[in-house]
């Protein structure tokens, strides 16, 4: 059952892919960070598929930095929350993070679907909060690459944390621990991978992508 939150919390792929424009529809992560125990619309067998990729993606991927004789440390291990001074709680969970000998970090993340903006900003805001989730990264520069199915990677150097994208993160942040929340913009393409259903949304759009297919569109008198 759907309940207001003891505290304000948010998921890092929550605030990434409302940063990079992939979710347009503030009022849905703006839900789920004052609400818990909303339904969620069910998984399909393409998650399933997804999950087993990405488990074999990140074993090589593992596999890889230790054979370089790198500590490698995977997911639950990476598990962190960080709170702003207004008690608001961000949480996040790398899939890999690598330590060489000379002591740089790189964060890793796997991604099986097709490369999008919020892939790196994901990786970026992870490198901006393990410093001060963990003594083990407190002080440390940070690198970051994002690895995709087909082989390609992502490098992101340190540099890229600076005040700009802090200043950026600050923004979005205000917005979601805001006591009003933003407007809904909902659209079947919107809607289409939200986990949020009617029950909670009821301006949900549901759509079997036929309006948007070629060759389908509707004929206009002109």
């Not at 991604?111 to 909060?129: A, C, E, F, R």
């Not at 950026?168 to 259903?197: H, K, W």
């Amino acid at each position: 059952m759907t309940r207001k939150r003891d505290g304000l919390y948010v998921w890092v792929t929550w605030l990434s892919r409302m940063m990079s424009g992939e979710v347009t529809c503030h009022w849905a992560p703006w839900f789920r960070t004052h609400y818990t125990g909303y339904d969620r619309a069910p998984s399909d067998f393409q998650v399933a598929v997804w999950t087993a990729q990405h488990t074999q993606l990140l074993d090589e991927i593992a596999r890889e930095r230790s054979g370089l004789g790198e500590g490698v440390y995977r997911e639950d291990q990476n598990q962190f929350r960080v709170r702003r001074a207004s008690g608001l709680v961000i949480a996040g969970k790398p899939d890999l993070i690598a330590i060489d000998r000379e002591g740089q970090c790189t964060v890793y993340d796997i991604k099986t679907g097709n490369p999008g903006h919020s892939d790196i900003m994901q990786v970026m805001l992870y490198m901006l909060l393990l410093p001060y989730s963990s003594a083990v990264y407190k002080g440390k520069s940070l690198m970051g690459c994002v690895v995709y199915k087909d082989g390609n990677r992502s490098g992101i150097p340190a540099k890229a944390i600076d005040k700009d994208f802090e200043s950026c993160v600050t923004y979005f942040l205000n917005i979601l621990e805001s006591d009003t929340a933003p407007g809904q913009t909902p659209s079947p393409a919107e809607c289409r991978f939200c986990e949020l259903t009617t029950v909670d949304c009821p301006t949900r759009r549901h759509s079997d992508g036929s309006e948007m297919t070629p060759g389908n569109e509707p004929e206009i008198p002109l």
